[in-house]
């Protein structure tokens, strides 16, 4: 019963491939595809970014007269990009940092006469 099962299914799906579906026709390009497709998709973003520059007036309205007046023009935009990246939830404050070792690691990463790095981690969300 299960090979029927496979050998109708396969002959249904043949069926299907060989008719061509409404508003269509075969792919019948040269060359390599994916060479053709990534170059399509980069000349699409080269036109969108092009454009993105006359449009960026309209979402940056920077008051350029004090530090404070400026990171107050632009501080709807800083919203809107903590928005997209998801980064609305409140941080906790940082109290300690943690040093990420064991027993057979240190947390010690790189050391020289000017500085040391450590491996460390500290809570960001409750």
């Known amino acids: 019963m299960r090979i029927f099962s496979i050998l109708f299914f396969s002959f249904w799906v043949g069926k299907l491939h060989a008719a061509q579906l409404p508003n269509t026709r075969p792919l019948t390009m040269d060359g390599d595809l994916s060479v053709q497709m990534v170059a399509g998709i980069d000349r699409f973003l080269m036109r969108e970014i092009d454009a993105s520059v006359k449009l960026r007036a309209n979402f940056w309205k920077h008051d350029r007269r004090t530090a404070k007046s400026y990171t107050a023009s632009i501080q709807k935009n800083r919203d809107q990009l903590r928005t997209i990246i998801g980064a609305v939830d409140k941080r906790l404050p940082i109290t300690a940092l943690e040093l990420i070792s064991t027993t057979a690691a240190s ?18 969300l409750p």
């Open 107 to 124: 947390s010690l990463r790189y050391e020289n006469e000017t500085m040391t790095v450590h491996a460390i981690r500290w809570p960001v």
